[in-house]
C-alpha cells in the first residue's frame, strides 16, 4: 500500500473539522442554543477557509478531497443550516405549514449548489469567481443573523427578516448571479481600503 503524502492529509484533517463544527451546530439547534448552533456554522465556515488554502499551499488536491469537502459542506452548509432553521421557526410559531418546506428549501438547494460546484470545477490553486452563492456565504447569513440578534436581542428580533434570508437565501444559491471571488478583488483593492473595511 502505498504512503499517503502529508500534503493530502493536513487539508483532509480540516475538513473533517468543518464537518464536526456542522454536526455540533446540529446538535446545538436540536437542544434550542440557537446561538451556539449559529457559532458553530461560522466556525465551519472559517475551517472550510483554511481547508482551501491549505490546499492550494501544499499542492494538495485530490479527488478525494473534494468529495469530501463537498459532503463536509453538504452537512455544515446545508443540514446544519437546514435544521437551525426548523428549529428556530418551530420555537418562534410561525405558520406550522412553512416550517418543513422552508427549511428542506435550504437544504435541497444548497446540495443542488454544491453539485453543481463540483461537476462545473475543477481543483486548481486559483479560485474562479463564482456562479450562485456559495453555500459557506449562505449558512454564514443566516448564521450571523442568528448569533447577532441572541448577542443583541437576546432572542429572534424581525421574524419576517429570518424567514425572507432563510427562503430567499436558497433560491440566489441556485441562481446564476455572478460572485466575485473575494481573494481577487482583494488582491485588486488598495491595501488601505482593505484596512478601513
Do not use: H
Amino acid at each position: 500500500m502505498s504512503r499517503i503524502e502529508g500534503r493530502f492529509i493536513i487539508p483532509n484533517i480540516v475538513t473533517g473539522i468543518n464537518m464536526f463544527f456542522g454536526f455540533v451546530s446540529i446538535a446545538m439547534a436540536m437542544k434550542g442554543e440557537f446561538q451556539k448552533a449559529g457559532l458553530f456554522i461560522l466556525f465551519a465556515i472559517i475551517s472550510d477557509g483554511a481547508d482551501g488554502k491549505l490546499a492550494r499551499m501544499l499542492n494538495g488536491f485530490s479527488d478525494f478531497g473534494k468529495e469530501f469537502d463537498s459532503f463536509s459542506d453538504a452537512v455544515s452548509f446545508g443540514v446544519a443550516p437546514s435544521i437551525l432553521i426548523y428549529s428556530i421557526l418551530r420555537d418562534i410559531n410561525v405558520i406550522r405549514e412553512l416550517i418543513i418546506p422552508a427549511s428542506f428549501l435550504f437544504l435541497l438547494c444548497s446540495v443542488l449548489r454544491l453539485v453543481k460546484f463540483n461537476i462545473t470545477t475543477m481543483p486548481s490553486k486559483e479560485k474562479s469567481d463564482f456562479i450562485g452563492m456559495p453555500t459557506p456565504t449562505a449558512a454564514g447569513l443566516i448564521a450571523s443573523y442568528v448569533v447577532f440578534c441572541y448577542k443583541v436581542f437576546g432572542q429572534i428580533k424581525y421574524v419576517n427578516v429570518f424567514i425572507f434570508l432563510a427562503l430567499i437565501c436558497p433560491l440566489i444559491m441556485i441562481s446564476t448571479i455572478r460572485f466575485k471571488n473575494i481573494l481577487k478583488t482583494f488582491r485588486k483593492t488598495n491595501v488601505w481600503v482593505i484596512i478601513i473595511l
